[in-house]
């Protein structure tokens, strides 16, 4: 398997806070049909959901793969930022 980098995709999506549980299983869906059309190079962690906004968590090869999720799936891509560092609580224990 290629090497995953880790990446913040930021989404506006109007009125994605106010979705019901069975919306939010509609989008879902149709992320995990595209990233099984687009086979390895991609992986969804997870993602928050606040207001008008989603930020969502992948593994991906490169931000190609993002893309071409979003084309598949129909999720709009807003911004996509790499993350290359994790800090949380452990951190200040090394």
């Not at 806070?17 to 969804?44: F, H, P, T, Y």
Request: hydrophobic content about 40%; some cysteine.
């Amino acid at each position: 398997m290629a090497y995953l980098k880790r990446f913040v995709i930021e989404r506006d999506i109007p009125g994605v806070g106010a979705m019901s549980i069975v919306e939010l299983c509609g989008v879902a869906r149709a992320s995990n049909q595209a990233i099984d059309k687009i086979g390895s190079g991609i992986q969804w962690q997870h993602s928050y959901v606040a207001g008008d906004k989603s930020f969502c968590v992948y593994l991906a090869s490169d931000e190609a793969a993002i893309r071409r999720h979003s084309e598949l799936s129909g999720i709009p891509v807003t911004r996509i930022t790499e993350i290359t560092q994790i800090v949380d609580p452990l951190t200040a224990n090394n």
